[in-house]
């Protein structure tokens, strides 16, 4: 098990950027996949993107080729670089941890951080 906490939400322009971040508890190194997802009013939450231990990336098609997500392991932190910012990113973004420990696998949470993104 691991505790999450976001941070960086907030207000952005269209066109802007804003950047998140995935503070964890314990060593994310052996977290075989950190995503941030989000969930927009009366939507479901949905995966952004994903990073695996070995850095594998994988991104929803709407913002590949503006966001970029990049982890952090000495500082046990995952990032989510948003850029070219669009009114439809508006949501809360939550950090998500995908592990195993000692066999049992385990998916961990944040709070999730607003993020608004103004036209």
């Known amino acids: 098990q691991v505790q999450l906490v976001e941070s960086g939400g907030g207000l952005g322009q269209a066109g802007g950027s804003l950047r998140l971040s995935c503070a964890a508890s314990?060593?994310?190194?052996?977290?075989?996949?950190m995503g941030w997802y989000r969930q927009a009013p009366g939507n479901q939450r949905e995966l952004v993107a994903s990073?695996?231990?070995?850095?594998?990336?994988n991104y929803k098609d709407s913002v590949k080729g503006r966001f970029t997500i990049s982890r952090d392991n000495a500082k046990n932190t995952v990032y989510l670089q948003m850029n070219i910012l669009k009114p439809e990113d508006t949501a809360v973004y939550y950090c998500?941890?995908?592990?195993?420990?000692?066999?049992?696998?385990?998916?961990?949470w944040g709070q999730g951080t607003q993020v608004t993104v103004s036209s």
């Open positions: 998500n941890a995908d592990g195993y420990y000692r066999g049992t696998h385990y998916v961990n």
């Open positions: 314990r060593s994310i190194f052996s977290i075989s996949v």
């Open positions: 990073i695996t231990t070995g850095g594998s990336t």
